[in-house]
Nanobody, 125 residues
Framework: VQLVESGGGLVQPGGSLRLSCATS????????IGWFRQAPGKEREGVSC???????YYEDSVKGRFTIARDNGKNTAYLQMNSLLPEDTAVYYC????????????????????WGQGTQVTVSS
């Protein structure tokens, strides 16, 4: 099982980035996918998730700015991030699990079994 994030980088406030999560070793359509982030000195937090049934949840601070998507045929998940703020600066991780079904489970890191290595997102002028 492997998850590989890409698409991070340095962007100015108000800018956009699109993160990708390429998966292999399992059938993506059978898994819930989550995006998480961890800023220096802070705990890892859930940003967004999409269940295997296609139900989507967002953490409140990113609603209206971030969009999660999954392409089961390409075994890839995405996180489109618009109107980025300095407080969005963090290492972003994608993760997969077959556990959980409601938002407070699917936005909790402990629910997830498989993780990528992370990609750095820095929002700064």
């Amino acid at each position: 099982v492997q998850l590989v994030e890409s698409g991070g980088g340095l962007v100015q406030p108000g800018g956009s980035l699109r993160l990708s999560c390429a998966t292999s070793g399992f059938t993506l359509e059978h898994y819930n996918i989550g995006w998480f982030r961890q800023a220096p000195g802070k705990e890892r937090e859930g940003v967004s998730c999409v269940s295997r049934g296609g139900v989507i949840y967002y953490e409140d601070s990113v609603k209206g700015r971030f969009t999660i998507a999954r392409d089961n045929g390409k075994n890839t998940a995405y996180l489109q991030m618009n109107s980025l703020l300095p407080e969005d600066t963090a290492v972003y991780y994608c993760a997969a699990t077959q556990r959980g079904s409601v938002w407070f489970q699917l936005l909790r890191p402990a629910t997830y079994d498989y993780w990528g290595q992370g990609t750095q997102v820095t929002v700064s002028s």
